[in-house]
């Protein structure tokens, strides 16, 4: 609540500097000089009038020179969950001599890197947390937002385009799908996303060609309920919308028969997740059941027989709603994988209620995306400072996106989250870049324990210029979570952890304990797993030692162990 109140205080302070603007009258000279400085000189070819409009987005495909100067060869891969069309487009970036993966997803991003170096292509991985580079690589794989618009690729995929229109994070894919510079262009995603796709790309002069798919494997809507949980099968996955949710279910499934639950959801590290998906893809773990949320939309190979939401409504930040169609069939659509032992995936509900909906939504086409999401660069916002004579950040963005014009083809991003950093870094003094960095970190400003972080990190920055992790968090203090609510303040904890590291790649020389962050994020996501472990019900004498566990007994001594760990040496006999 502390935490809440302050984000308003300082919102409210920041607002009332709207019209505290120093006036700095700037000649035409000075306006050609900032353009240059700021690597706008596009501006000169679109207004040649003379007169500067910086607030004028309704032309953003020319904030990317390098890719304009290519006729690329745009091919869209599009079609339902499971039908093959990303397996082509990186067949197609597998033999180009250079190319680039841009994904949702650090998960994604890490499986096509981990792909491309198995079939011999040497690949890098880069995400906002992390850095592999491997050796004479001329491959990247990449989380969208770390699309680099300056390289030049003889091959670049796009995949999930359809989220494009996602109010938050839309823009990040109009910028790699107008910035690239790339020969061939794979774009891939859900037929809803054709239109606009192709609107946005009349204006850059690609040739464009649309490849059709269909599923792969059937997915086959149930007419009955699961009715009683001893229904439950192995392969099956219940989905719903809520950590608490999720664990009351888990408990019920394992109550109720002989299945043991793995549990994937949004909060949980991305290395959890990911282990608790080989856990239930494995055969031999005796995790057979999966409690999911609709973090498995995309982005987790899951072996799964049988979707059965629990409910078809979910609350998205502002109110309780109904599931929208491309959320049911994305999800639905990652039963019956193709290639794995369940070749025909099915579908149900717990709800006899709930089923008209799952039906009709499976059946319908999802609804054409109207508008790709758009934001302004940094150098425009840093132009548009300088002209309004000020660092204040929060006033700045605020009244840029109030002026912005835009096309009807796009729409400026929901950066309330934004704003919201914006009113606190503005109390300290920073630079105009800095506190854009600080602004575009993944802080979970929902989240207490994560916003406090930010403001610690942020402040230690501007009063020394080096923060030190150990000024706001003492290793060796984690333990395994025993309660509900404890295990969501580790979850919070690890979300630090993981800021700190995105810091330590912006700020290189002034957050140097990266090392020290990771090895403690390890630490979070094995305490987790083992929580996951002892909540799930077992009969006396069943308990194992994780792998998980086994590995950090190779990474650390016994003494350290035990602080995490008092029982070790029992479980390890």
């Not at 109140?5 to 035409?28: E, G, K, M, Q, T």
């Not at 660092?391 to 989250?417: G, M, N, Q, T, V």
Request: one cysteine or more; aromatic letters at 8%.
């Amino acid at each position: 609540m502390a935490v809440a109140a302050l984000l308003r205080r300082r919102a409210l302070s920041s607002s009332c500097r709207h019209d505290v603007y120093i006036r700095c009258p700037l000649s035409y000279s000075d306006l050609h000089s900032l353009v240059n400085s700021a690597n706008l000189r596009f501006w000169r070819g679109y207004h040649n009038s003379g007169k500067f409009d910086f607030t004028d987005m309704t032309h953003p495909h020319l904030w990317y020179p390098n890719a304009r100067e290519k006729k690329r060869k745009v091919f869209l891969h599009v079609g339902p969950t499971n039908s093959g069309k990303t397996h082509n487009a990186l067949k197609r970036l597998e033999v180009s001599s250079s190319g680039v993966y841009c994904g949702p997803l650090r998960l994604l991003a890490r499986e096509v890197a981990k792909r491309l170096n198995e079939a011999n292509v040497p690949c890098n991985l880069t995400t906002g947390q992390e850095r592999e580079e491997i050796e004479g690589a001329k491959h990247n794989s990449v989380t969208v937002e770390m699309a680099d618009v300056t390289t030049e690729y003889q091959c670049a995929v796009i995949d999930e385009i359809q989220m494009v229109g996602c109010r938050t994070r839309g823009f990040s894919f109009t910028r790699a799908l107008l910035g690239i510079c790339s020969d061939e262009l794979h774009v891939c995603g859900d037929p809803a996303a054709v239109p606009i796709i192709q609107r946005l790309l009349e204006a850059t002069g690609d040739v464009v060609t649309v490849r059709y798919y269909e599923r792969l494997s059937p997915l086959v809507p149930l007419k009955t309920t699961l009715g009683s949980f001893s229904n439950i099968k192995e392969g099956d996955c219940m989905v719903t919308f809520s950590r608490r949710e999720i664990y009351k279910l888990k408990k019920k499934i394992e109550m109720a028969g002989n299945h043991l639950c793995s549990v994937v959801y949004g909060s949980l590290p991305p290395e959890t997740r990911t282990k608790q998906a080989t856990m239930f893809n494995d055969e031999a773990s005796h995790l057979n059941v999966l409690v999911a949320s609709d973090a498995i939309g995309m982005g987790l190979n899951l072996n799964i027989s049988r979707i059965i939401f629990s409910t078809l409504k979910k609350f998205d930040g502002v109110c309780i709603r109904e599931l929208t169609v491309p959320e049911i069939k994305q999800i639905a659509g990652r039963a019956g994988r193709y290639g794995s032992k369940f070749p025909v995936g099915e579908v149900t509900c717990l709800d006899a209620e709930d089923l008209p909906l799952l039906h009709s939504s499976l059946k319908s086409p999802s609804p054409i995306i109207e508008r790709a999401g758009l934001f302004p660069t940094y150098d425009l916002l840093s132009v548009y400072s300088r002209l309004h004579g000020t660092d204040f950040f929060h006033p700045i963005l605020e009244r840029f996106l109030e002026k912005a014009k835009l096309s009807p083809d796009y729409f400026i991003a929901d950066c309330e989250d934004m704003l919201k950093v914006a009113a606190i870094v503005d109390e300290l003094p920073l630079g105009l870049y800095d506190k854009y960095l600080f602004c575009q970190s993944p802080v979970d400003v929902n989240d207490d324990i994560s916003t406090q972080g930010l403001i610690q990190f942020a402040e230690n920055y501007a009063k020394k210029g080096i923060v030190r992790l150990k000024e706001i968090f003492t290793p060796g203090t984690l333990r395994v979570p025993t309660t509900h609510n404890k295990l969501k303040e580790l979850e919070s904890v690890h979300k630090v952890l993981e800021l700190y590291v995105w810091l330590s790649y912006r700020f290189e020389d002034s957050f140097p304990d990266r090392e020290l962050a990771d090895s403690q994020k390890s630490i979070c996501s094995m305490l987790i797993e083992e929580y996951l472990e002892r909540s799930g019900w077992q009969q006396p004498g069943q308990r194992r030692v994780l792998p998980s566990l086994q590995k950090l007994s190779q990474e650390y001594d016994a003494p350290q162990l035990r602080k995490y760990f008092p029982e070790i040496d029992a479980r390890s006999k």
